[in-house]
């Protein structure tokens, strides 16, 4: 994904950005976050009642899909992997959203969302209404999940307020938990991957879900970097 790759260059080159265009980009993200830690939550339904009409080789695979997309799911409800202490935690969006605390408000009917924003959102929900589309939102979320957060982490360390930094690292705690987990999600988004080809899905099926969702992601990054960051 060329966008991000240049979007994690430019965060990694910063020395300081105001915290007005953090809050910017922050007030995107958060509904992202959002729309894929709820719908990722309601996937395992959309499975379960494949599972109910499948034949035996589709159920045998679409039952080890719900056990790994039940996995991932729980940890962006902060539950297992995904929880900060114990066992338990803030929903991730909730995590992202105290963590932005200092910044303003990344939530709101009052906030203005970019199209990309929006198109994004919207294509992730209605993909995880089929099992071959949450598969796909699975592959290409976690493959690209590392850049992700590679290039959030420089991006919030170089917010200034006044001349002041506003963070620092032990304080972007929603960052570097997830640096700890992706790669594991990744492994796990590769298995999702196999097990649904081995339920005798197509290819081609999943390819094309895969690509309108990396190229909506990829729009919506330049759209960030055209709109917020320049």
Not at 78 to 91: D, I, N, Q, V
Not at 118 to 129: H, S, V, W
Not at 173 to 197: G, P
Not at 207 to 220: A, C, M, R, S, V
Request: charged residues 25%; proline residues 2%.
């Amino acid at each position: 994904m060329r966008s991000l790759d240049r979007l994690k260059t430019r965060c990694e080159q910063l020395n300081e950005i105001p915290s007005t265009l953090v809050l910017k980009y922050s007030q995107q993200w958060f509904p992202v976050v959002e729309e894929f830690c709820l719908s990722a939550a309601e996937y395992p339904g959309v499975v379960v009642n494949e599972i109910r009409i499948g034949n035996w080789e589709e159920r045998v695979a679409f039952e080890k899909i719900l056990q790994h997309a039940t996995m991932i799911a729980a940890d962006d409800l902060g539950l297992s992997r995904g929880a900060l202490e114990g066992c338990m935690g803030h929903t991730h969006f909730r995590l992202f959203e105290s963590m932005c605390e200092r910044l303003g408000f990344v939530s709101g009917a009052q906030l203005l969302l970019l199209p990309e924003t929006i198109q994004l959102c919207k294509n992730i929900r209605n993909l995880f209404g089929t099992v071959t589309g949450g598969v796909a939102v699975f592959s290409v979320i976690e493959s690209y999940a590392h850049k992700i957060f590679e290039h959030q982490l420089p991006l919030f360390l170089a917010a200034k307020r006044d001349g002041v930094k506003v963070y620092n690292e032990s304080e972007l705690d929603y960052i570097t938990l997830h640096l700890k987990i992706e790669d594991e999600h990744a492994a796990e988004s590769k298995i999702l991957v196999d097990l649904l080809l081995k339920s005798g899905t197509k290819s081609k099926s999943l390819e094309k879900h895969i690509g309108i969702l990396t190229t909506h992601f990829d729009d919506y990054w330049t759209a960030i970097e055209r709109h917020i960051l320049e």
